[in-house]
Every structure is written in C-alpha cells, then in structure tokens.
C-alpha cells in the first residue's frame, strides 16, 4: 500500500486502511523525533505552501516538519507571489509543479484547492478550507487514539458549528470505527451532502454519526469532548449572530462531568476562552489540547513523507 504522489483533499478519498497506516506512520515519526534520531526521508525535497488564510499552527507545524524531514518549504502569500495579483490557479499549480515536490494551500474555497490539484503534477495537501480541515482531523483521530486506544466503539462528541473541523471528524471518525455525535445549534447543522456522505463511509466500519440539538443528551457518557470557535475565519462579522446562537454550547465543568468520567478534552485551537470553552476547562487534568496541537507536527510529517515518496 503506497500513497505516493496522491493528493490529500478529503479524509473520505481515504481508505480505513491508509487512515490507519498515516496514524503508524506518525506514531514512527514522534518516537524517531522523541529520541533525537535523525529522519531526513526527504532530502533535497521541497514543499511549497500557499496561505490565503493566516495560520500559527499549520505554517509551523509544516516548516519545521519539512525541515525536520531533510527539506524545505517556501512561504508563499497574496503579497508575496503572483497568486495575489490574479494569477489564474491552473497557471499556477503548472508552475510550482516544476519548481517544487508538493504543495500545501491553506485558503477558502474548497473548488480552488481541487483545481489546483487537478493541474498540479504533483501531491496537493489541503491545509483548511472553508469545506475541510482534513490535516486537523486525522491529527484528532490519532491524539484520541493516544489517550483511547483503539477508537472502535469510542464516542466523540463535537460541540458548536457544524464546520469544516465538524465536517473533517465525520470522515476521520468515519474511517477509524469512532462513534460521533455533533451537537449544534438549530441551524448550524453540517452540510447534508457531506454528513449523508460520512454516514455511507461508517457504515464499514460499524460507527454511527449523529446529529443532535440537544447538548447534555450528545455528551452522556462521551469518551471525547471537542470544541471549536463559534465564528471562523471569513465569519468575523457573524460574529455577534453566533455568539448569541452558540451561548448555550460551552465545554465548562458541568458539562464535562456528563461525559465519562476518564473523558478527554480537545480544541483545534486558538480558542476563545469564555466562549466555546472556559478557562477551567482548557487548563484542567483532562485537556489534552496541547498534545493534540503537538501532534500536528508528527500527523503532517506522516502525511508528507507518505505522498512524496519518503517512504
């Protein structure tokens, strides 16, 4: 099983099995960095990366990742490249394709992304669109599965806007046998196309997702909580409409005390404190928020190594 010289749009155009070998190929790579060994499987490779989105987290995580790996990447921005000045996308993706060994864009159109790796002759990773957030999602699934175990039978619960994290952990849970139940508000439901669509993909594995209004029934009982912000990039002024929509979708400590009792909570991260999770909570025995931001790094350098051909 190889997935060299794939793309990674969706964690759907994924098979349980490559899910599986992406999560024994990031535990590999976290154990090789924890003992200082060196791991230079893509020498002399380079990853461009496009942001239209700004990012902490993801433009970190993948430069260091990429140096870490034994190559480099390349920032490339609006103001810093001719994609900000119109360049159309298929010119573009035929550009770098002759300059680069693979692309990570992080922007918001989900149709922009596939274009790209459309024209592209290379792997095109997808960073977060308004659509996916699939790098996220399986770096979810295998933090969960740190703390979890075999996630088969477990039940995560994401709580707040039926988003591109919501839409990703469909489709991540979906080919791990986790169980997943989205608590949103009226309204903030998923897109139909793509829950109907990770509800076929469960089906293989034996899980069940949900989508529930009612946030106390969702968390009963729950192995994960998961949160994320009420508005996201692009959404700043629904900001107010939100807030007033999502008040009762908090993570605080009663909440967490109807989930198991050994239940872990996670955040993609930046958080509002206050907000979609409070203080106490972020900071409490049962957060493994930072972990799972940690793990970014070693899921991405999977994913990399594993399309351009490191391993």
Known sequence: ?????????????????????????????????????????????????????????????????????????IFLNDSNSQIGRGEPIKDTARVLSRYVDAIMIRTFSHEAVEELAYFADIPVINGLTDKLHPCQALTDIFTASEYKGDL??????????????????????ARVGMNLRLATPDGYDPDNELYQQA??????????????????????????????????????????????????????????????????VMHCLPAHRGEEITDEVMECSQSVVFDQAENRLHVQKAIMALLMGGL
Request: glycine share 8%; charged share 25%.
């Open 1 to 73: 099983m190889s997935l060299q010289g794939r793309d990674l749009l969706s964690i759907h155009d994924l098979t349980c099995d490559e899910v599986q070998l992406i999560m024994q190929t990031s535990t590999k790579l976290k154990e090789l960095k924890k003992r200082g060994q060196e791991h230079a499987l893509l020498k002399g490779k380079t990853l461009g990366m496009i942001f239209q989105k700004s990012s902490t987290r993801t433009r970190v995580s993948f430069e260091v990742g990429m140096w870490q790996l034994g190559g480099m990447a």
């Open 152 to 173: 088969r039978g477990k039940t995560m619960v994401y709580i707040g806007d039926g988003n591109n994290m919501a839409q990703s952990l469909m489709f991540a849970c």
């Open 199 to 264: 509800c076929k993909d469960s089906q293989e594995m034996g899980s069940k997702i949900e989508v529930l209004h009612d946030i106390r029934q969702a968390v009963e009982g729950a192995d994960v909580l998961y949160t994320d912000v009420w508005a996201s990039m692009g959404q700043e002024k629904e900001q107010e409409i939100r807030r007033q929509a999502l008040k009762d979708f908090t993570i605080d400590a009663d909440l967490l005390k109807l989930a198991a009792k050994d239940a872990i």
